[in-house]
């Protein structure tokens, strides 16, 4: 479990990523719950703008251990993960 610890501290943009995804997850799981009761979707909408905040505060957090390579590259991570999967996981719902 350290060897878990010590990847993720190497660069902290990754354990940012992990809270994402499990943010990403659990309002997802929420979203699908909503839409089987009548949801209306403003809980992804909600997850998309915080996560587009989040997404730059991600980069700039890994391009300062990074190097420019980094923040491009978690730029385009956190994107997929913030604004793109909570949009096809409700357009599959």
Not at 1 to 19: G, H, K
Not at 42 to 65: D, E, H, N, P
């Amino acid at each position: 479990m350290q060897e878990v610890w010590d990847w993720l501290l190497v660069n902290p943009a990754r354990f940012l990523v992990l809270i994402s995804l499990v943010v990403t997850w659990l309002v997802c799981a929420a979203e699908h719950q909503g839409r089987k009761s009548g949801g209306s979707g403003w809980l992804t909408l909600a997850r998309i703008s915080v996560g587009a905040i989040f997404t730059l505060v991600t980069a700039v957090v890994a391009g300062f251990f990074g190097g420019v390579g980094a923040f491009f590259g978690y730029l385009v991570l956190q994107a997929f993960v913030c604004v793109l999967i909570p949009i096809v996981w409700v357009e599959k719902i």
